[in-house]
């Protein structure tokens, strides 16, 4: 699940880096993951005036079948770097731009993930394998480990079941 996430983000940005070349922050929380869903948070600074296209992939890479990703995705916003409301726009079912802005971007959007088959995501499954992850690190090292930003990140692939490459959530 949590290969698919970071797919769904980084697919949101990459347009974003490719066309400014600039740095793009991602913060990804679970505060709703009880109903499946993942609050994903994509900050684009320095990006100039032009408009800012952001896209969702339609397939995974190395796989290329059609999964229509954006489907997944809801309450999409865009905000300045003032905290002040964007008008964002669906181009087309998998792409969304955002014409007028201040040369930075707040993109927030949700991510419903209810399965582990490379398609979707399970959160359920994958909040309860960290939680039993860090128990585990608390219980051999006595502590967590300290970690940069006050955020514990796991890259692995914790879900043995997941059938798919996982290339597919991250909204860019």
């Known amino acids: 699940m949590l290969r698919s996430i970071f797919a769904s983000i980084a697919l949101l940005a990459a347009p974003a880096y490719a066309q400014y070349g600039t740095s793009v922050d991602y ?8 109903h499946h869903e993942a609050e994903i948070t994509v900050s684009f600074n320095d990006i100039g005036e032009t408009p800012l296209d ?6 995974s890479p190395g796989r290329y079948a059609l999964h229509e990703f954006a489907k997944n995705i809801y309450s999409i916003k865009a905000v300045d770097s003032a905290g002040h409301d ?3 726009t669906r181009t087309d079912p998998y792409s969304w731009q955002v014409n007028t802005h201040d040369g930075a971007v707040t993109v927030t959007y949700t991510l419903y993930a209810n399965h582990g088959d490379g398609n979707d995501s399970d959160m359920d499954i994958f909040a309860d394998k960290a939680k039993k992850i860090v128990a585990e690190q608390i219980k051999i090292f006595g502590e967590a480990p300290e970690f940069d930003y006050d955020i514990y990140t796991f890259i692995a692939d914790y879900l043995p079941h997941a059938d798919g490459d996982g290339m597919d959530q991250l909204l860019c």
Do not use: P
């Open 54 to 59: 952001l896209r969702m992939s339609r397939s």
């Open 86 to 88: 964007l008008n964002i």
């Open 27 to 34: 913060n990804v929380s679970f505060d709703n993951a009880v």
